[in-house]
């Protein structure tokens, strides 16, 4: 086939030094270079600072999904910007970086080339479609356009031939950007859906209306898979909840099956109907979990406002988008002094507070509640205020016994792995080791007074933990594949017994094991003579394994995913220190004396630990033991293990 054929087969195969769209967004933090088809776009509008961006979507065939990888580009000048008129237009971009930026996004850097091939072009030679290219000539000696190999050529015509346009989402774009072309106007600033809460309506007989927020975080509730937000911009609307000055918290304090005692906190402020109940789910839920805090701003876009199962108070919510689950919603809002949003909103709080001096936000409101003074009090009202302000002050400082080591080891909170994180659930308890695997918490008594013991618990619990050791002994083994279940209507000449496309039917979930410690005690000696801390497996899998490391199971055994395998070590370095180091130097000294490892007997124990203990959120549960491992033989009751595993961790 002649070199200036379109659709050679080598135009299947990634040019070299290109990776598909598909390992671009899975690999965070490097350059690299992809070629897409363009399915949508934004025209290029001007940022709040001095720089112009534009936002585009790419698509090739080796996307799954709707959708595809987003990118965002910036620079001085609008006309350095790719200049991309249609969808179907085909781009190459040169050192592009993927960065969690609102989900994962490629990003324009300072060497950042890019080369857009017109869809009217792509039916052409290769020659007519180097003409045809668009694209950012710096200086005469460096020219991207004349740089075009045929390889890039050939794989730019493939995945333009592969694309199905009626799956295209129907953009705006296309005419706003066809139309500023041909006038020669500037690009329209993007029409913005913020709106103040006071501002906020709801028509009649709609099912809601979608805005964009920007609030002061007032109180944060986190529940397993959604986190509530209360938030405020100073601003009133008749349809939210009244808070009046010392009343308590319309908001969940322990546990919402009551089996935690609940505490009543006083409202905070501000008083009113200022503040509005925002729930996040999905990777807003997990954003807001790891970087908003009380006290703080946060824009939110994308947030769905309609009234409540009464129908009488506004609410929102903030769910994560098909086409893009990782998109985050939800971004912590910084000081900027040319931002007008945030100088309007700082200006209305002030306002609040010189009316309200003494109903301002503040921890002293919560520690010490209002008192009611018209009254006076009693003999014994006064006697009960001395005796409280006795214990208040014989009471140590919590912040003190934080930094304070004390003789038994035990560990102080500011020597916590601040690379290991868990979500803030607020109505799950701390417990040692010790404590969770008491068995007598187990034990429970009829309503006659005969005692029974249960397998296990439904629960959850937070610890500080140091993990000892790891199963399997290889961290090549952590993921191991899945079957995926067969379709009812398989063709039968599918079933013939052949595994040609076996492969393609496995998917690769994340299963090893934590041997965790307690971390109250220093790490175990041989020379000393302590008791040994109380120890606990716990199973991580499945997508809890994703979140631990922020990565999706694959086959850690296939050459072509090294750079995905040292970039799970590094994650997982994090947990453990050099303990992976040991038992890989340990394993090797043992293959050369043909000493067999998993031999119980001759298995060399792990070295005290040296990893820094971390907040673990752990679940407990029960798993079905199988009929074959029962204890008694022709046993036909289920039996159940009691499990315990890891959740809401994050490394990195």
Known sequence: MSASSPRSEKGTITPPNYVDLSTAERDSGRQQSVIGVCIDFLPATKTRGTDYTIKFTLHDPTWNGAGGMEFRFFHKKEACLPRIENQGDVVILRNVKTMDWNGRVGLSGYNTEWIVLPKDAMSGTLDDLKAAARCLQQSSANDPKSSLSTKELQYASYISGEEDPTRWRTSCSVVTGNNMGNSGAEATPRKRKFTEIKDIQVPFGKQGIFVELLGEVIRIFSKGDRTELYITDYTSHPQLYNYTYGCDEDGQDGDEFGYIEHKVKSWPGPWGTMTMNVTLWDANHYYAVDNVRVGGLVYLRNVHISLDSDGKKLEGKCHGEKDHPTRVNVKRWKANSEDQLMKDLLSRKQTYEAKHPKKRLGADDEEHPPQEDSAPKSKK?????????????????????????????????????????????????????????????????????????????????????????????????????????????????????????????????????????????????????????VQM??????????????????????????????????????????????????????ASADVEMRDETTRTPPP??????????????????????????????TEYERMFRMFGVRTG
């Open 608 to 637: 005290p630990p040296k990893a820094r203990p971390f907040e673990c959120l752990i679940k407990e549960y029960g798993a079905t033991v199988p009929s074959h491992l029962r204890a008694s033989s022709g046993n036909e009751r």
């Open 381 to 533: 009202a006064r006697a009960r205020d001395r005796k409280k302000k006795k214990h208040r002050e014989s009471k140590p400082d919590p912040d003190q016994e934080t930094i304070k080591t004390s003789l038994e080891g035990r560990m102080p909170l500011r020597t916590l792995n601040e690379n290991v994180r868990c979500q803030n659930h607020e109505d799950v308890r701390y417990k040692t080791i010790a404590d969770i695997l008491d068995p007598t918490t187990l034990q429970r008594t009829t309503p006659t007074g005969n005692g029974f013991c249960v397998p296990f618990q439904n629960c959850k619990y937070k610890s500080k933990v140091r993990v000892v050791d790891f199963f399997p002994d290889n961290v090549e083994d952590f993921a191991v594949p899945r079957e995926e279940p067969e379709s009812e209507n398989n063709d039968p000449s599918e079933l013939d017994g052949s595994d040609s496309d076996a492969e393609s039917k496995k998917k690769w979930v994340w299963r090893f094991f934590l041997l965790v410690e307690d971390a109250q005690h220093a790490p175990k000696a041989s020379n000393r003579g302590d008791i040994a801390p």
């Open 537 to 590: 497996q716990l199973l991580v899998a499945d997508t809890d394994g994703e979140f631990l490391l922020d990565q999706i199971a694959y086959d850690m055994r296939d050459p072509q995913n090294k750079t995905e395998l040292v970039r799970t070590k590094e994650r997982l370095f994090h947990l453990w220190g050099d303990l992976q180091e040991w038992k890989e130097e340990t394993r090797t000294t043992a």
